[in-house]
Nanobody, 123 residues
Framework: VQLVESGGGLAQPGGSLRLSCAASGFTFSSYAMSWARQAPGKGLEWVSGIYSDGGGTLYADSVKGRFTISRDDAKNTLYLQMNSLKPEDTALYYC?????????????????WGQGTQITVSS
């Protein structure tokens, strides 16, 4: 299993960024996927998840209405569109593969993680 995030960088408050996660080594469409983040000095926070086959999405309250998760099973790629970015969104963002078709909101339940991509929101 390999998960490779991209799309991180610097954004101004109120700006947008789109993260991608290229997946390989497993049947992507058969598994739920999630995004999580870790801010400096803080623990890992689950951000958003999407069920297998795009069956539904979940969001943490902190990003609801601003972030949109999606997946392209034909391209084995997971996305996170981040709008209305805030300084508190600054973190290292990871994609993660679930153990099955259902989204879990506990990071410890995920078995595979990417290396992370840094998002910094600052003016």
């Amino acid at each position: 299993v390999q998960l490779v995030e991209s799309g991180g960088g610097l954004a101004q408050p109120g700006g947008s960024l789109r993260l991608s996660c290229a997946a390989s080594g497993f049947t992507f469409s058969s598994y739920a996927m999630s995004w999580a983040r870790q801010a400096p000095g803080k623990g890992l926070e689950w951000v958003s998840g999407i069920y297998s086959d795009g069956g539904g999405t979940l969001y943490a309250d902190s990003v609801k209405g601003r972030f949109t998760i999606s997946r392209d099973d034909a391209k084995n790629t997971l996305y996170l569109q981040m709008n209305s970015l805030k300084p508190e969104d600054t973190a290292l963002y990871y994609c993660a593969k679930a153990r099955g078709r259902v989204v879990n909101t506990l990071p410890r339940l995920y078995e595979y993680w990417g290396q992370g991509t840094q998002i910094t929101v600052s003016s």
